[in-house]
């Protein structure tokens, strides 16, 4: 079973970066895709970007390429989403997930969570 730890949220400035970071743990990641995800109040999760461990393969979405990336240290088990320009329209809490293969967009589809990290895009 996989646990994951976010950390890296906080209150950043329209046009600034973050990094947010997702600690995993609980035995080897290879079976997995780890992925990200953002909510706001009211709506339903929101898939960012996904990476499949075995093979570093990357899913994300059209809208936030150039944006938001992400990526991975092997050595550390972690996941990371850099998020440049950023604009008030992606304040969420951001989640990072886990599950089984291959990448999905739909939340649903993810057994393990993360607690959230939130992010606040204000000046």
């Known amino acids: 079973q996989v646990q994951l730890v976010e950390s890296g949220g906080g209150l950043v400035q329209p046009g600034n970066s973050l990094r947010l970071s997702c600690a995993a743990s609980?035995?080897?990641?290879?079976?997995?895709?780890l992925a990200w995800f953002r909510q706001v109040p009211g709506k339903e999760r929101e898939f960012v970007a996904a990476?499949?461990?075995?093979?570093?393969?990357?899913a994300d979405v059209e809208f936030l390429r150039g944006r938001f990336s992400i990526s991975r240290d092997n050595a550390k088990n972690t996941v990371f989403l850099q998020m440049n320009s950023l604009t008030p329209e992606d304040t969420a809490v951001y989640y990072c997930?886990?599950?089984?293969?291959?990448?999905?967009?739909?939340?649903?589809?993810?057994?393990?969570w993360g607690q959230g990290t939130q992010v606040t895009v204000s000046s």
């Open positions: 997930a886990a599950r089984w293969l291959n990448p999905s967009h739909s939340a649903r589809d993810y057994n393990y």
């Open positions: 609980g035995g080897s990641l290879s079976p997995y895709v």
């Open positions: 990476l499949k461990w075995s093979d570093g393969r990357i």
